[in-house]
């Protein structure tokens, strides 16, 4: 089993709509967590760090981290076709080494 | 302003040719990243340092190597390129403590 797992997608999703990314995790110990967003042909960026159960808002995307059930998800209100992206879930590691979910493609559709 | 640059962008290579990537933060960071990104596979990490002379195996080291001779750089060597080499390579650094991972503009290399 991956360290990390999330559906490839891609995700199709109506423009204004919401997007719903899920992303699942083995390691316990993971205390915290990175969302990257990466369009075609770009490297990834940072959108999102969440350290804390719980929800943490930023604009229109809103991390929640649930511990206990060892997921991550990633929501986007009033989805736009400039989310169209893939996004990539990874814990903090414990000394640097960043392992990553094999992403989900987003695609919001106008 | 802080960077991290990757070289060349693009490369054409024949199987069997040995292929360096080359990989320079200005961020001063300890630890630099190899990563590999295939359709379907996400980022796969190929090997990482956390210092000067520290070297580490990924998960898809096979018939790569690295070197880290000083803070900013980080080469990628393909020892004897295979066409299972075809990929988008990243590299990425962070600072020693947890934090952000930056990452360069990625260097695709095509093994014919």
């Known amino acids: 089993q991956k360290e990390v797992e999330q559906n490839s997608g891609p995700l199709s999703v109506p423009e204004g709509a919401i997007a719903s990314l899920n992303c699942t995790y083995s390691?316990?110990?993971?205390?915290?967590f990175f969302w990257y967003r990466q369009y075609s042909g770009k490297s990834p960026e940072l959108i999102m760090f969440?350290?804390?159960?719980g929800d943490k808002e930023d604009g229109r995307f809103t991390a929640q981290l649930n511990k206990a059930s060892q997921y991550v998800s990633l929501l986007i209100r009033d989805s736009q076709p400039s989310d169209s992206a893939t996004y990539l879930c990874?814990?903090?590691?414990?000394?640097?080494?960043?392992?990553f979910g094999a992403g989900t493609q987003v695609v919001v559709t106008p | 302003d802080a960077e991290i640059t990757q070289s060349p962008r693009h490369k054409i290579t024949e199987t069997g040719r040995q292929v360096t990537l080359a990989c320079h933060q200005t961020?001063?960071?300890?630890?630099m990243f190899w990563y590999r990104q295939d359709l379907g596979h996400g980022l796969r990490l190929i090997h990482y340092s956390y210092g000067v002379q520290d070297t580490n195996k990924g998960e898809v080291s096979d018939g790569y190597s690295v070197s880290r001779s000083n803070t900013e750089d980080l080469p990628l060597t393909l020892e004897s390129a295979a066409s299972s080499q075809t990929s988008v390579y990243f590299c990425?650094?962070?600072?020693?403590?947890?934090?952000?991972?930056?990452f360069g503009e990625g260097s695709r290399l095509t093994v014919l």
């Open positions: 990874a814990p903090l590691p414990q000394r640097g080494k960043f392992q």
């Open positions: 969440i350290y804390s159960n």
């Open positions: 961020w001063n960071h300890n630890n």
């Open positions: 390691d316990r110990g993971s205390q915290s």
């Open positions: 990425a650094s962070s600072e020693a403590g947890p934090g952000e991972l930056f």
